[in-house]
């Protein structure tokens, strides 16, 4: 019964900013790690960000580094992934994930994720 749902995606100017939100239902359901994912069509599910659900570690791509902030809100199981300095690369379907996995280093790997939306759609203009 553990649902992501994602919401935030739209359409934006390159410079922009936009802020996803990826609301997991599910009452007992606390995962070790959520994530960010994108994937442009005919491409790969490419790993963005994650962040620990204990203590907030996070990791990057460094496509994304220093633009985009991951966060959580553990209270409403809720993963946030805000957007600064909007390029045109970063079009493509936005995903979160998460696992129960208690990994020791931060999985960045589609594979090492049991959960998944059903996406947010970003489209940056130049």
């Known amino acids: 019964q553990v649902q992501l749902v994602e919401s935030g995606g739209g359409l934006a100017q390159a410079g922009d900013s936009l802020r996803l939100s990826c609301a997991a239902s599910?009452?007992?359901?606390?995962?070790?790690?959520m994530a960010w994912f994108q994937q442009a069509p005919g491409k790969e599910r490419e790993f963005v960000a994650v962040?620990?659900?204990?203590?907030?570690?996070?990791r990057y791509s460094d496509s994304v580094k220093g633009r985009f902030t991951i966060s959580r809100d553990n209270a409403k199981n809720t993963v946030y992934l805000q957007m600064n300095s909007l390029k045109p690369e970063d079009t493509a379907e936005y995903y979160c994930?998460?696992?129960?996995?208690?990994?020791?280093?931060?999985?960045?790997?589609?594979?090492?994720?049991?959960?998944w939306g059903q996406g947010t759609q970003v489209t940056v203009s130049s």
């Open positions: 994930a998460a696992t129960l996995r208690q990994f020791v280093v931060p999985p960045r790997g589609r594979h090492d994720f049991d959960y």
């Open positions: 599910g009452r007992t359901f606390s995962p070790a790690y």
């Open positions: 962040i620990r659900r204990i203590d907030g570690y996070i």
